[in-house]
């Protein structure tokens, strides 16, 4: 990972799986002269991206990888949390003899520990509460309570003054597709509300199953909803720019369970939080409302003719996202698939800084299988795929803009202007 720390954002740090040849740069290679001796792969990067904006159907997956790209300044502020991060939060709150004294009534959980997996310890613990019992197994159903809270609170970072430049990024670049097209859906696997505060900053309108009357409340049939403008000019239905769907597959921290209902609410007094948290069991849990309508979704929009998939910052780990993906790459022959992530290369074969690092060069170790295979099939000369290594904030600027800012975007940016205090930034 060191080859991307505090590396700035940008198309250039993408490298395209060519077949037969390896990770080409983005950049053309010159010499001392100046002269081109390689070209490199960033006009292939855009004819592929391009084509995938252009499909039918548009879809976007991601997972924690987008959510890194959200920052907060300051050496203290918060930010969106790693693995170890959770970690290390959980034991802060739970304290470490707690974890030491169920990991000994639990066989294998103190490698668990040692390892500081908070995920496969949850799953563990989970099973140890469903074979003895709430009562019995008090210890461990308090800590998963404790557990579950802090990394709720963990993944609350995004707040008024975090840069969403990236999201903002992707946004615009999705949701402006031309109105004859279905609206973009996007996916993901994250509980933060960047995408939400970014839509909110562009004044971006989200289809995401939730009413708009107060409080708002989740219904599948919402997502069969658009948004249309109404005046004497028109006959017929004037659909709206700058509006997509958001599914969030593992759920988000506004939503509440209260009864029967799922409602939008950041206030713990109106239910407990609509969450899977990270655990083995992840993939049951997402048969249940509204997570299996967010999983109908994500297959249905896989199978339909002329879809382009686009995937950063999902690793590819939550089988039961990963198993339709595969299942319709095999299925259905008109989906095109990009994936960019920083999984493909080992930093130290980055650090090389070689134009075109070979097929085989080292991929970061804790890579899915997943990765392999859509390589595999690069390799035999499936043209729907294409690799890219890089970040989801450098992808936010590789993707191209197909349309011009639109005047409500103008609006908009004018009347923030506006409302700034005299001298500040606009």
């Given at each position: 990972m060191a080859f991307w720390d505090d590396r700035v954002a940008s198309p250039a740090n993408i490298?395209?799986?060519?077949?037969?040849?390896?990770?080409?740069?983005?950049?053309?290679?010159?010499?001392?002269?100046?002269?081109?001796?390689?070209?490199?792969?960033?006009?292939?990067?855009?004819?592929?991206?391009?084509?995938?904006?252009?499909?039918?159907?548009?879809?976007?997956?991601?997972?924690?990888?987008?959510?890194?790209?959200?920052?907060?300044?300051?050496?203290?502020?918060?930010?969106?949390?790693?693995?170890?991060?959770?970690?290390?939060?959980?034991?802060?709150?739970?304290k470490q003899a707690a974890i030491d004294a169920i990991a000994q009534k639990i066989p294998s959980a103190a490698q668990v520990v040692k390892d500081k997996n908070i995920e496969k310890f949850l799953t563990h613990c989970k099973m140890y509460v469903e074979l003895f019992g709430r009562e019995q197994a008090k210890d461990v159903a308090t800590f998963i309570a404790i557990a579950e809270a802090t990394i709720s609170e963990c993944v609350d970072f995004v707040g008024e003054d975090t840069n969403l430049d990236a999201h903002k990024s992707i946004i615009r670049k999705i949701a402006r597709r031309g109105i004859r097209k279905p609206r973009t859906r996007l996916f993901t696997t994250n509980y933060d509300l960047a995408f939400e505060s970014a839509a909110q900053a562009l004044r971006f309108t989200i289809i995401d199953g939730f009413s708009h009357g107060m409080p708002q409340v989740y219904d599948r049939g919402n997502f069969a909803y658009d948004i249309v403008r109404r005046d004497g000019d028109h006959d017929g239905p004037d659909y709206i720019e700058n509006v997509f769907h958001l599914h969030k597959l593992h759920g988000s921290i506004d939503w509440r369970r209260r009864g029967s209902e799922l409602i939008r609410s950041r206030d713990k007094e109106d239910g407990q939080a609509a969450l899977i948290y990270p655990r083995d069991?992840?993939?049951?849990?997402?048969?249940?409302?509204?997570?299996?309508?967010?999983?109908?979704?994500?297959?249905?929009?896989?199978?339909?003719?002329?879809?382009?998939?686009?995937?950063?910052?999902?690793?590819?780990?939550?089988?039961?996202?990963?198993?339709?993906?595969?299942?319709?790459?095999?299925?259905?022959?008109?989906?095109?698939?990009?994936?960019?992530?920083?999984?493909?290369?080992?930093?130290?074969?980055?650090?090389?800084?070689?134009?075109?690092?070979?097929?085989?060069?080292?991929?970061?170790?804790?890579?899915?299988?997943?990765?392999?295979?859509?390589?595999?099939?690069?390799?035999?000369?499936?043209?729907?795929?294409?690799?890219?290594?890089?970040?989801?904030?450098?992808?936010?600027?590789?993707?191209?803009?197909?349309?011009?800012?639109?005047?409500?975007?103008?609006?908009?940016?004018?009347?923030?202007?506006?409302?700034?205090?005299s001298g500040a930034n606009a």
């Open positions: 490298r395209l799986y060519v077949r037969g040849e390896g990770w080409r740069a983005a950049g053309d290679q010159k010499n001392d002269k100046g002269e081109v001796t390689q070209r490199g792969s960033a006009r292939a990067i855009e004819e592929a991206l391009t084509g995938m904006l252009n499909a039918s159907h548009l879809v976007i997956l991601t997972g924690a990888g987008s959510s890194f790209a959200a920052r907060n300044k300051g050496q203290d502020a918060r930010q969106a949390p790693s693995m170890k991060a959770l970690w290390d939060a959980v034991v802060s709150a739970a069991s992840k993939y049951q849990e997402a048969f249940d409302t509204p997570f299996l309508d967010m999983m109908a979704g994500l297959q249905n929009a896989l199978r339909a003719p002329d879809t382009a998939l686009i995937i950063s910052g999902f690793g590819f780990n939550d089988d039961h996202i990963t198993k339709p993906i595969m299942a319709a790459v095999e299925a259905n022959m008109t989906l095109r698939i990009a994936v960019c992530d920083i999984a493909y290369l080992d930093g130290e074969a980055l650090d090389k800084g070689e134009h075109t690092l070979p097929i085989d060069a080292p991929q970061n170790p804790r890579a899915s299988f997943a990765f392999g295979q859509l390589k595999r099939l690069v390799d035999i000369g499936d043209q729907r795929v294409t690799l890219m290594n890089g970040r989801f904030d450098d992808l936010a600027h590789a993707l191209p803009d197909l349309v011009a800012q639109t005047e409500r975007e103008r609006h908009a940016e004018r009347v923030r202007v506006l409302n700034q205090p």
